[in-house]
């Protein structure tokens, strides 16, 4: 018998380091491996990720996936901001990683099975984005979930600006995005951002529940209700996420995105009143070093 080709591997052939990637009992888990730096994504991560679910949508021993952060800190706390610094340089090649970044996003909504956050710790930025794209969500009831974006020199449109008016609806998307205050997993879970709200004593406990009432049902029925399911985020997301990507890697080289990344790496807070005064008083707030280039005035 001739042996088939579109079929899982087993998870240790694989040799991951930026995550880990576990399958057992109908169940694949994909663990965020960064805890020193609070789970932050990296191109390796992005990688790493994007090659396990795809074994896990081809693996047919797997019903569900499950996605969290390793420690008990932080799910995860979106773009590594060291590695961002070096697209302060070369805008274009932020494209590129934000193209990764996209496929990963699309592998993990179009899986063609339910997915799983596991939110162990706080969520942040990117890291929310990745609790959107799942299906439904656990949480320990101490964590707190951010959006950072218009604080920290970007736009979260991988995800929250499209589907945060879907899931919590409009006014609340706006306070989120345009606040970026902590919404602890109380208000998480009143708002509709998680589906569960539990002690961190019983998380696991009531990850594996969902998961077992996830496994007992159809799976290709399960495919198709989800697929039909996703057309308003696919909606959004298409007609968003090419521009999208073009808007943030040309501002890549604007003072806002210099001046949040900077003080992230300085550890401390970007100065709002320097961008505001120079916007105030007309000093070429977007250019760097206020001044734009000779050539052309």
């Known amino acids: 018998m001739t042996e088939r080709e579109y079929v899982g591997k087993p998870a240790a052939e694989f040799g991951f380091t930026a995550i880990h990637y576990e399958k057992a009992d109908y169940r694949a888990t994909i663990t965020i491996n960064r805890p020193k730096v609070l789970n932050a994504v990296n191109h390796a991560v992005i990688e790493e990720m994007s090659v396990a679910l795809k074994d896990s949508s081809w693996d047919d021993s797997v019903a569900v996936v499950v996605l969290t952060g390793a420690g008990d800190r ?116 009143e708002w509709g951002l998680v589906n569960y709200a539990v002690p961190r004593a019983e998380l696991d406990r009531a990850v594996d529940e969902l998961v077992g009432k996830l496994i007992a049902k159809l799976p290709e029925k399960t495919r198709y209700t989800k697929q039909q399911l996703n057309f308003w985020r696919d909606l959004s997301w298409h007609l968003t996420i090419g521009h999208g990507r073009d808007w943030l890697a040309i501002h890549n080289t604007s003072p806002e995105t210099w001046e949040g990344v900077r003080a992230f790496t300085e550890k401390r807070t970007p100065d709002y009143d320097a961008i505001r005064r120079r916007w105030a008083e007309d000093e070429s707030p977007e250019w760097l070093g206020g001044r734009p280039p000779q050539d052309a005035r």
């Open 74 to 189: 932080a799910f995860c706390t979106g773009a590594d901001l060291i590695e961002q610094e070096e697209f302060l340089q070369r805008p274009r090649d932020y494209w590129k990683w934000m193209g990764d970044f996209i496929e990963l996003h699309e592998r993990l909504r179009n899986l063609g099975k339910p997915t799983v956050a596991r939110l162990n710790g706080i969520v942040v930025g990117g890291g929310n984005e990745f609790n959107l794209s799942c299906d439904l969500a656990v949480a320990a009831d101490d964590i707190y979930i951010r959006q950072v974006g218009t604080s920290h020199g970007s736009v979260a449109l991988a995800g929250a600006t499209q589907f945060l008016p879907l899931i919590v609806g409009d006014r609340r998307a706006r306070e989120i995005l345009l606040l970026n205050e902590e919404i602890p997993a109380a208000k998480a879970l």
